[in-house]
């Protein structure tokens, strides 16, 4: 084996390693965001929810009261 023969099967074992290894951090990066989206998506429901069940409204500055 000559000397550009291992050189060039060093590098390409070096780009092997790297892709495995950016694939590993795609995956980790998918499961979080999934799980982020769901957390997301939870918190936009808790949030209509509770502006579903408020009855009245917030005064806010010089704003009158419906009543008025």
Same mark, same amino acid.
């Given at each position: 084996?000559? $000397?550009? &023969?291992?050189s060039i099967e060093e590098r390409f074992? =070096?780009?092997?390693?790297?892709? /495995?290894?950016? $694939?590993? &951090?795609?995956? @980790?990066?998918?499961? /979080? #965001?999934?799980?982020?989206?769901? @957390?997301? !998506?939870?918190?936009?429901?808790? !949030?209509? /929810?509770? /502006?579903?069940?408020?009855?009245?409204?917030? #005064? #806010?500055?010089? !704003?009158?009261?419906? =009543?008025?």
């Amino acid at each position: 084996m000559t $000397s550009s &023969t291992t050189s060039i099967e060093e590098r390409f074992a =070096h780009l092997i390693r790297t892709v /495995e290894d950016l $694939s590993d &951090t795609i995956a @980790r990066q998918d499961s /979080e #965001i999934a799980r982020l989206t769901a @957390r997301v !998506e939870m918190l936009l429901r808790r !949030e209509a /929810e509770r /502006e579903s069940d408020l009855t009245g409204g917030v #005064i #806010i500055g010089d !704003e009158r009261p419906p =009543h008025y």
